[in-house]
């Protein structure tokens, strides 16, 4: 995609954000990473229903600008993002309600609920509250990043990220549309989680088809885990901290050792 189509396409995607209620005022960020080291953001003080194609702003990956209009501040969570996943060019960042509901009330997205949402976005964690905008909310962001395409951030909102705008827009609705129906089947009793067979079904179809990769399977929700699906944790992104996995490992110990707790009170 050169610049020029960008530009419109980021234009087009703040207008869908604001018209359908995914951010207020100044709220939100979006960016295309346009080759190795530009990106083109979406500029701070505006809002995402007003942007002009000449008020973007063009970063290097460092976020040093490379023209007159000044980034976004969260700008940091996206070179991230583009840092550790080379197969990402772009990020959608919103404050959407139902999601940000679940963020507040401290809680991740990841009952394994909706077939559809098992098949193109996995689970959602939610990562540790960090200051917006500083080392504190990418530090916390760091270890979820290379098994998963969207996050909570905690009392903050959602960020989801794909291999081009409109994926990366797609999985933000995906992922407010689930938190809004958990909430919706929480009025009427709850929601039933599927058989751990379909997830194993599901997990399969979806590497097939090219939804999600094996890097998915060790997303930090414990459902992938309970359906007996293996986590390949050599699967590495080239750029991957090793804290990243280390981190990884250590729930999936935990995870281990409360299961075989849980085998010796049965
Ligand atoms: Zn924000």
């Known amino acids: 995609?050169?610049?020029?189509?960008?530009?419109?396409?980021?234009?087009?995607?703040?207008?869908?954000?604001?018209?359908?209620?995914?951010?207020?005022?100044?709220?939100?960020?979006?960016?295309?990473?346009?080759?190795?080291?530009?990106?083109?953001?979406?500029?701070?003080?505006?809002?995402?229903?007003?942007?002009?194609?000449?008020?973007?702003?063009?970063?290097?990956?460092?976020?040093?600008?490379?023209?007159?209009?000044?980034?976004?501040?969260?700008?940091?969570?996206?070179?991230?993002?583009?840092?550790?996943?080379?197969?990402?060019?772009?990020?959608?960042?919103?404050?959407?309600?139902?999601?940000?509901?679940?963020?507040?009330?401290g809680l991740a997205i990841d009952k394994p609920i909706?077939?559809?949402?098992?098949?193109t976005l996995g689970c959602v964690p939610l990562t540790e509250y960090g200051t917006p905008s500083t080392d504190e909310l990418t530090e916390a962001m760091k270890p979820f990043v290379p098994h998963h395409n969207?996050?909570?951030?905690?009392?903050?909102?959602?960020?989801a990220y794909g291999e081009h705008l409109w994926q990366a827009f797609d999985r933000l609705e995906t992922l407010e549309h689930t938190a809004k129906i958990a909430i919706l089947a929480k009025a009427l009793g709850g929601a039933n989680d599927l058989p751990k067979e379909a997830i194993g079904k599901l997990i399969e179809i979806r590497e097939k088809a090219g939804f999600l990769g094996a890097n998915a399977r060790c997303q930090a929700c414990g459902y992938l885990h309970e359906a007996q699906i293996a986590c390949d944790l050599d699967v590495d992104y080239p750029g991957n901290g090793d804290s990243a996995v280390q981190k990884i490992a250590f729930t999936r110990e935990e995870l281990i050792d409360l299961l075989s707790q849980a085998a010796k009170l049965g």
């Open 114 to 119: 909706l077939s559809e949402v098992i098949l």
């Open 150 to 159: 969207a996050l909570l951030m905690a009392n903050h909102g959602a960020v």
């Open 1 to 105: 995609m050169d610049e020029a189509q960008a530009r419109k396409l980021i234009v087009e995607v703040g207008k869908l954000l604001y018209d359908r209620g995914h951010v207020v005022a100044f709220d939100g960020n979006v960016s295309i990473r346009l080759d190795e080291n530009t990106v083109l953001a979406t500029p701070t003080m505006t809002s995402k229903g007003r942007m002009t194609e000449e008020g973007l702003a063009l970063t290097d990956l460092d976020g040093k600008a490379l023209n007159q209009n000044k980034a976004s501040s969260e700008l940091a969570m996206h070179l991230l993002i583009y840092r550790m996943r080379p197969d990402i060019h772009a990020v959608c960042h919103a404050h959407s309600p139902h999601a940000t509901a679940f963020s507040a009330a």
